[in-house]
């Protein structure tokens, strides 16, 4: 199933050509790493789908982008912004759990979607936090500052906080660049396992984590989409020769 | 020379001016209590005052000053907050936003005896409410406007963007993020400015002269149309006006203690506040 597709996407930070004409699908259940040096337009890129670059001033954007073939920029028969960021988690490039205790976090999303019962509310804290492999480590101290936990479980616990909304899209805004290896190792598992369940959209800088975890990989390269293949075609065997260079380690 | 001898002479410069200041406050407190501590008893803080101010107490002037401190809040600190919150966090960055902190920051910076001539057109003739404890309280209160929206603007501009984009990414309004999120981190702030702000307001003298303090009031005020006395406006009375400046010079010291002392007991209560708040937000 074609869980995300752009059609001729532009997008404009007022004078800037951020993104020129970017055409591409995203299948259910897959593994999507963007890659390309910083300041390619992979983070906008991944930001238009729950539509996070609605917050900055003086942004422009043309063309569709669907998530489960609707338009969820456009008006009227489109998706409202909630409804689509229920629909379309998203784990930040730093951990940011909210200063509140570990279940109040994962509950966070339920309670602000106006969902009140409690046992429900339980349920899919544990089930999230489950999901995200924290449960054996916090289930004793839900109530503990979120802050106690360490920086790989902060980032389990943002990851067990977007799953509490039932999302189907998952988007990683380099989600490990700020932790270190061994945690860093825990979230590629974990991306692994979620894909049963979820389409997941990965920006990295780390080429060998883009190999390991990804199933299919799209390189940006000044704002445009030079290249989307299988990842195995990017790393291997890829068409253009800027990919080529970037893969290898040439530039970015 | 050697850069480690220019280190240290630096360290050192900086060290002395450091202390200057803390020798300043220090020399300030010492001053005032030295004079005033014999001044100071239960008699004295629950007395009205007698023998044409010379004797007895400042009762009246000190429920007086903590009607006018709190009147001012009740108006300054809603609609501080909400400014504040409207600056920050919902305009958008154009000429407006920028001419809305320039306003506020020109507010901030007119003398306290403009105020009080402004009050007294304004709120003790115009809207008639004469020399009152509203009038007064109001026209504290404008006084401490630009302080706490410049306070909640700054606390709000301390919380971390990236708690914003957590809360709005799961699907929360721009409304709900502000009140589940932001706020509750930027209460500490918030709330240890409110209390700087009320510091400032109970030692003002200029802004009540025209508009609420009373020369000499013995009893308490039963309304808010009644006027009352004030610790700083009676400070200013029995030291240059009164019946018999001579012989009121203790009381003069003893009130100038129990004013450095409310604000001193603020400053202290806003530092609690602070920490109890900041362990707080980890947790609720």
Known sequence: MRMIETKNVQLYYGDFHALKDISMQIESNTVTALIGPSGCGKSTYLRLFNRMNDLIDNVRIEGDVLVEGRDIYGKGLGMRIDELRKKVGMVFQKPNPFPKSIFENVAYGLRVNGIKNKDYIEERVETSLKQSALWNEVKDKLNKSAFELSGGQQQRLCIARALANEPSVLLMDEPASALDPISTAKIEELIYELKEKYTIIIVTHNMQQAGRVSDKTAFFYLGELIEYDTTPHIFTNPTDSRTQAYVTGRFG | ?284
Not at chain 2, 118 to 147: E, Q, R, Y
Not at chain 2, 270 to 281: C, D
Request: proline share 4%; glycine share 8%.
């Open chain 2, 1 to 284: 020379m050697e850069k480690q001898t220019k280190q240290q002479i630096a360290f050192w410069i900086f060290r002395i001016f450091a202390w200057c200041v803390v020798a300043l406050l220090l020399g300030i407190l010492y001053f005032i209590f030295s004079r005033g501590w014999r001044t100071i008893s239960w008699e004295f803080l629950t007395s009205i005052p007698e023998d044409g101010m010379t004797k007895g107490g400042i009762y009246p002037a000190i429920i007086g000053t903590l009607c006018l401190v709190g009147g001012s809040m009740i108006f300054a600190f809603p609609i501080g907050l909400l400014a504040g919150i409207y600056i920050n966090e919902y305009a958008k960055d154009n000429w407006f936003k920028r001419f809305i902190k320039l306003m506020t920051n020109n507010l901030a910076g007119i003398p306290s005896i403009v105020f009080g001539l402004f009050g007294m057109a304004l709120f003790v003739k115009k809207l008639n409410f004469g020399d009152s404890i509203l009038a007064g309280s109001l026209t504290l209160g404008l006084l401490a406007l630009p302080v706490v929206i410049r306070v909640t603007e700054e606390a709000l501009l301390a919380v971390e963007n990236s708690f914003r984009q957590g809360s709005l990414a799961l699907g929360a309004t721009k409304l709900q993020t502000i009140r589940k999120v932001v706020l509750p981190i930027a209460t500490p702030n918030i709330i240890t400015g409110l209390i700087l702000a009320i510091g400032r307001v109970s030692g003002e003298t200029a802004p009540i002269l025209f508009t609420v303090a009373a020369y000499f009031l013995p009893q308490l005020p039963t309304s808010v149309f009644d006027q009352v006395m004030a610790l700083p406006y009676h400070l200013y009375v029995i030291s240059t006006s009164g019946t018999n400046i001579t012989a009121s010079r203790d009381m003069a010291y003893g009130t100038a203690l129990v004013l450095v002392m409310i604000v001193l007991l603020l400053n202290l209560l806003a530092n609690a506040l602070r920490r109890y708040f900041s362990n707080r937000v980890k947790m609720n």
